[in-house]
């Protein structure tokens, strides 16, 4: 089973900054299987990237996805108010899924 | 456009089970997996398993093999997530998520709004 860990754990910044946030799985995964997540408190999951670097439909470009083999990166460049929340990648490997720990995005 | 409406907040005992209902609609229920993603209070999400509403061939993780199932009723698009021999560390917001491939690549684009269980004695 494929284990994805994300740090940092935490990550405290200010709007108009730029956030990095890194995902790395035990073992080579294909980037088409890498996907991440945002949630806000008491909401479900939404889609912010596919296929590692694909934007999903309505997301602002200041995300953006990266990454090959092991090592997997979400950028947002000029945080926005409403970017702070809980970021989750997340690895299917056609019978098992996984998703990493999560990384908080919170004001500085 | 596409939705996914879930059953409510349950309450139940160690030992008892729960079945939670996944109402889809706004596109061809037959057509994408449904996968159950949960998260326990303050935690990160964990996938309990899918199930390929056409066959109902499923797939579960591990951890859950033996305590889950999974089933659809294709006449009201829509799919049931039942968890047996409940514990209290099943206690979590359990979400229904639509699979797809977005040029080759798997995501979540469409979950439901979430159902929370809780088990206490």
């Known amino acids: 089973e494929i284990v994805l860990a994300q740090s940092p754990g935490t990550l405290s910044l200010s709007p108009g900054e730029g956030a990095t946030l890194s995902c790395r799985a035990s073992?080579?995964?294909?980037?088409?299987?890498v996907a991440w997540y945002q949630q806000k408190p008491g909401q479900a999951p939404r889609l912010l990237i596919y296929?590692?670097?694909n934007r999903d439909t309505g997301i602002p470009d200041r995300f953006s996805g990266s990454g090959s083999g092991t090592d997997f990166t979400l950028i947002i460049s000029r945080l926005e108010p409403e970017d702070f929340a809980v970021y989750y990648c997340q690895h299917y490997g056609g019978s098992h899924l996984t998703f990493g720990q999560g990384t908080r995005l919170e004001i500085k | 456009q596409e939705q996914l409406v879930q059953s409510g907040a349950e309450v139940r005992k160690p030992g008892a089970s729960i079945k939670v209902s996944c109402q889809a609609s706004g596109y061809s229920f037959l057509g994408y997996y449904m996968h159950w993603v949960r998260q326990a209070p303050g935690q990160g999400l964990e996938w309990l398993g899918r199930?390929?509403?056409?066959?109902?061939?499923?797939k579960s993780a591990q951890k859950f093999q033996g305590r889950v199932t999974l089933t659809t009723d294709a006449s009201f698009s829509t799919a049931y997530m039942e968890l047996s021999s409940l514990r209290s560390d099943d206690t979590a917001v359990y979400f229904c998520?639509?699979?797809?491939?977005?040029?080759?690549?798997?995501?979540?684009?469409?979950w439901g709004q979430g159902a929370l269980v809780s088990v206490s004695s």
């Open positions: 296929g590692t670097l």
């Open positions: 073992e080579s995964v294909r980037a088409d299987s």
């Open positions: 199930i390929d509403p056409k066959n109902g061939d499923t």
């Open positions: 998520a639509r699979g797809v491939l977005l040029l080759g690549s798997f995501a979540f684009d469409t």
